[in-house]
């Protein structure tokens, strides 16, 4: 499983890089207003003003989900042949470039008649989300330099003290931490198995890790998808765990 994370995490930022300027021209075109209208139909406000509130560059976290639902409408197996020949004539073949631009003209119409006062509430919404994702990314960044560096010392302890009982495999050296405002470890969270020996034994190196002070929260939790591979858990739910609910 989180293999299979950071597979779509790494999938999702190439998908970012890939999107280029002209399928956002192409999401302007009059041809979807109908399609457009259909996905403002079938999607329940609260799910539309999630998309609404999303900054352009966010709207890849639909791919999935969301994104599949609309494929699986009208992309795939040939079920509107008038969209996709309408894709093909702009040059998009790859079905998922195709429910992109869909989402994006959906997100141009739910964004295009907002009042200055309402655009300016908006924009310091996706400003605070903007912020915490760059931090989030840092301290994960963070987080792997710090388990690399300290990984000979993890073994020395499970070579003194034994690998948990009840995940003999698992070598990552907690669960999760909990990290405080100001950098550093607040809380470590050990996998079930350990002895009180082991934790006593990964928590000095571990408690020694210190991270860069943040705002907007008072603490974040972070967890190793694969060592030394880490993720900050508020990360998954800035759009109120979108990736996993928004569907069609």
């Known amino acids: 499983m989180r293999a299979l994370l950071i597979t779509l995490v790494l999938f999702c930022l190439q998908f970012v890089g890939c999107t280029s300027a002209p399928n956002k021209q192409v999401a302007e075109s009059a041809f979807l207003c109908p399609y457009v209208e259909q996905l403002k139909k079938s999607t329940v406000a609260e799910d539309l003003n999630v998309i ?7 709207l890849v976290l639909l791919l999935h989900g969301y994104g599949t639902g609309i494929r699986n409408q009208w992309i795939y197996g040939n079920r509107d042949p008038q969209l996709l020949r309408f894709f093909h004539d702009k040059g998009i073949d790859d079905p998922e470039a195709m429910s992109m631009v869909l989402i994006e003209a959906l997100w141009n119409d739910l964004n295009k008649n907002m009042t200055p006062t309402e655009r300016a ?3 310091a ?24 560096k300290n990984k000979s010392k993890f ?43 082991l934790k006593e034994s990964l928590q000095k190196p571990i408690q020694a890790f210190k991270f860069s002070p943040f705002t907007d929260d008072e603490a974040v939790t972070l967890y190793i998808l694969e060592f030394p591979h880490c993720r900050i858990a508020e990360r998954d739910t800035l759009h109120g765990n979108i990736v996993g609910r928004l569907s069609l």
């Open 52 to 58: 609404k509130m999303m900054a352009q560059p966010e």
């Open 121 to 123: 509430s908006v924009e």
């Open 125 to 148: 919404k996706r400003a605070v989300v903007a912020r915490k994702r760059a931090y989030y990314e840092k301290l994960e960044a963070e987080g792997e330099t710090q388990l690399a």
């Open 155 to 197: 073994e020395q302890c499970y070579a003194k003290y034994g690998l948990p009982s009840e995940n003999p495999q698992n070598r990552d050296p907690f669960f999760s931490l909990l990290i405080g405002k100001d950098g550093r470890v607040r809380k470590i969270e050990f996998f079930t198995g350990a002895t009180s020996e």
